[in-house]
């Protein structure tokens, strides 16, 4: 069972996850509202994406369609799974792993994306700085989260947290646009982009 601190199995999610439209991106609204966020968040060249958490891939397919390549890590190897038959023949890799401690050995990035995942981690400090220091020179950390009833993390603590990292911290409120999430939301959501640059 891929279980993280949050309680969940996420391999027993894994089946289902994908009929969410912000998880799946089936909708052709949602999947090019994230298209076009990527697009901002992500160098404009291709570059190397850790994927943290990466799910069932599909931000990870948005990333190799802009030409990135990616590493993706996630504790469900059910997601795994589906996130290499979803990139089959695209740049990216995939490895059954915990998102806080990558197993990437020393390869580095330019980018370490997460999207719903430093939430249910323990400790986001540490994970934060293990992650900050995956990045290459000039490299970034997109970090989507949110607060959804009594799970989640602020976006106040996230950038409590990377502040002291060094990085230029740029945070982006996205509960109040629907066509990211499929339907209007009243929660917390946002996205912390940290650069290094």
């Not at 059954?96 to 370490?112: I, K, N, S």
């Not at 994970?127 to 020179?137: C, E, I, S």
């Amino acid at each position: 069972m891929a279980e993280n601190s949050d309680g969940v199995d996420w391999d027993a999610a894994a089946a289902s996850f994908d009929e969410e439209p912000d998880h799946g991106l089936r909708d052709p609204e949602v999947r090019g509202a994230w298209a076009a966020r990527l697009r901002e968040w992500l160098p404009e060249r291709g570059a190397d994406v850790l994927d943290l958490g990466c799910g069932t891939g599909s931000l990870s397919l948005l990333a190799a369609e802009q030409g990135h390549r990616v590493t993706g890590v996630d504790l469900s190897p059910a997601m795994v799974e589906l996130a290499r038959a979803k990139l089959a023949g695209r740049d990216a890799v995939f490895l059954v792993g915990d998102a806080a401690v990558p197993p990437v050995g020393e390869q580095r990035f330019d980018v370490v994306l997460g999207r719903h995942v430093l939430w249910a981690l323990r400790d986001p400090g540490r994970v934060l700085r293990r992650w900050w220091g995956l990045l290459r020179p000039g490299g970034r950390m997109v970090l989507v989260e949110g607060v959804w009833g009594v799970v989640g993390i602020s976006a106040e603590v996230v950038s409590g947290l990377v502040e002291p990292l060094g990085g230029r911290v740029v945070l982006e409120r996205l509960s109040g646009d629907s066509s990211l999430w499929g339907k209007d939301v009243d929660d917390e959501r946002y996205v912390v982009v940290v650069r290094g640059d």
